[in-house]
């Protein structure tokens, strides 16, 4: 998960990065600009800051455990319908998914949409 952080060691309150926000998300309070709940991560405010204050931190999913992976199997492949037949690249896909489900002896299944 993305979000949008001020380090206060290094914002001064300025303000420079609050007009180069489109969703006017943030604010200054008690002298340090603010994040508010509205902000999008679009990082428009990043570049903004002469001081190196505001950074698009990433988080990362935790890995399932083994034990989760455990409950999920298969191969899914999603097929898209033109004129009420799979399209070619479903054929296409679905030949893939067929190997790559023999290689980790897993069923396929098509998904049609």
Known sequence: M????????????CGDCIPACPFNAIKIESGI???LESCT????C???CSYDAIIQRTE???KPSTKQKEQYSGV?????????????VGFELLGIGKTLANARDVPLTAVIM
């Open 33 to 35: 600009a603010k994040i």
């Open 60 to 62: 990362q999913k935790k």
């Open 2 to 13: 993305n979000r949008i952080e001020i380090i206060e060691e290094y914002c001064i309150g």
């Open 41 to 44: 991560i679009c990082g428009a």
């Open 46 to 48: 990043i570049d903004s």
């Open 76 to 88: 899914w492949v999603i097929c898209e319908l033109e004129k009420n037949e799979p399209s070619p």
